[in-house]
């Protein structure tokens, strides 16, 4: 185990017990990394960095573009985001949702990480159907899917302010094998 870098300071919910600590980049753009108490205190940091930075994009006039994860991790931050307080800060309308691993099964089969994530929380926010992009996975042909799935990200991650494409957040689960993102260690 390593000493983090900077300083860690409390910046948790003291109400409910429980101290989460921030380590403070160094240097600008470097990953600040957070430690929190436990599952529901991590679902609710997500969903309230989720809000801010949608916020912060939506004031310079840009979409909020974010790949969206299967699995159980992050399914308690989507519930979050698709409930009050959260559901109400944010401006669906300018979210586009990209995903970030699928399985090759129907969009309604219970191991479809799109069937999930609508569960969760599409079908329970006011986002516009065009808003959300999966990979048609369940199609014969994989690499027509792929094709068009690669056509419609190109299509809108473009550059905004002349950088390059990029999702404007990514969620990624881990599975208790230590996998994310369907690449499995070994």
Request: with cysteine.
């Amino acid at each position: 185990m390593t000493k983090p870098r900077g300083k860690a300071k409390a910046a948790g919910r003291r109400d409910s017990g429980k101290t989460t600590h921030r380590q403070k980049p160094t240097r600008k753009g470097e990953p600040v990394v957070r430690v929190l108490a436990d599952p529901e205190t991590v679902a609710r940091a997500a969903a309230g960095e989720f809000v801010r930075l949608s916020r912060k994009l939506h004031a310079k006039g840009h979409a909020f573009r974010v790949a969206l994860s299967g699995g159980s991790t992050p399914r308690r931050t989507y519930e979050l985001l698709a409930q009050a307080p959260f559901r109400d800060m944010v401006d669906w309308k300018r979210v586009h949702f990209f995903w970030g691993d699928e399985r090759c099964v129907p969009p309604d089969h219970p191991d479809s990480n799109y069937r999930m994530i609508r569960e969760a929380l599409l079908d329970h926010a006011d986002i516009p159907a065009g808003n959300f992009h999966r990979m048609k996975a369940e199609l014969a042909d994989l690499e027509q899917a792929a094709g068009d799935y690669a056509s419609d990200l190109a299509r809108v991650l473009e550059p905004q302010d002349g950088n390059r494409p990029r999702l404007d957040m990514v969620f990624l689960g881990m599975g208790p094998d230590g996998h994310t993102a369907s690449l499995f260690p070994g």
